[in-house]
Every structure is written in C-alpha cells, then in structure tokens.
C-alpha cells in the first residue's frame, strides 16, 4: 500500500477545519495619506479592501453563514432587549444569535453589497458605513460587535 502524506487540518479562530486553498498575501506599499482628514478613507483601502468585498460579496456569503462560537456565546448572556451594533457586520451571520437572544441588532458593513446581504437574510435595517465613524450614537448601545474586521 503506497503511504499517504497528507499536512495536519488547517483550523480557523474558532477550531474549524478550514476548506480550500490555502490564501496567500502579497505585501503592498502604503503610499502616504492623501489628506489629514480621518473621514476621509484611503484610497489604497477602497481599492484593496472595499472594492474586493463588494466584488466577492455572494461568494463570501456563502462561506460565513453562523455567528462563532465564541461570539455566540457573548450575545446569548446579553440581557433580553439588548440593543447590539454589528459593526462590519458582513452577511449579518451575528444577527439570528442576537435575534435569539432576544436582543435588537444594527448590522453595518461597508459593503453595500454584503449589508444588502445582512438585510435580506435578517429582515433587520442595515447600514452602509465604516465603522470607524458610524453614524450611531455613543451610549445607545448595550453591546457592539466588530469581528474581524480592523
């Protein structure tokens, strides 16, 4: 029997054995700011980051479809009624814990086709934002979710 050589199961964050290539980066140089105003977002990351995400949105949509386990387990100890911020929500795959949990979620993303996505499959309102300067109000919120995100 001829002898088999296969690498260890890549895992994700959460312990899931991941699937598919594995992905490589390739490093870019950062030009400098081209102005001093934060609002402003750089063009290096519309054209690397948003532009992607808006170009593999269903595909990724179809690659991220449960809230992980660890923060499935953050929303489910909110009290009922909790009002819970997504900040680059993706699909909206943290809303049904938030949902069942009782709670009330704001899903935003700055895809506008991934917070299309969260707001079809959640039935919730969302937002198309950066969520370094989302246009919520500080204080409102019990709880906020960013992950993966910066």
């Known amino acids: 029997a001829a002898a088999s050589s296969s690498a260890p199961a890549r895992r ?41 995400y808006d170009a593999i949105a269903e595909h990724w949509n179809h690659t991220r479809y449960k809230a992980w386990p660890r923060v499935e387990e953050f929303i489910s100890r909110l009290p009922p009624g909790s009002l819970v911020a997504d900040l680059g929500c993706g699909n909206g795959k943290n809303v049904p814990a ?9 899903p935003s993303d700055a895809s506008e086709p991934l917070a299309r996505i969260a ?30 995100v910066l």
Do not use: W, Y
């Open 12 to 52: 994700g964050p959460s312990g899931q054995r991941l699937k598919g290539p594995e992905q490589r980066t390739q490093a870019v140089e950062v030009p400098p700011a081209a102005s001093a105003n934060a609002l402003v977002t750089p063009a290096i990351e519309v054209e690397n980051v948003r532009k992607v």
């Open 98 to 106: 938030v949902h069942a949990a009782r709670g009330f979620c704001i």
């Open 119 to 148: 707001m079809e499959a959640s039935g919730a309102s969302a937002l198309v934002a950066d969520c370094l300067h989302a246009p919520l109000r500080g204080g409102a919120f019990d709880a906020a979710l960013s992950i993966a």
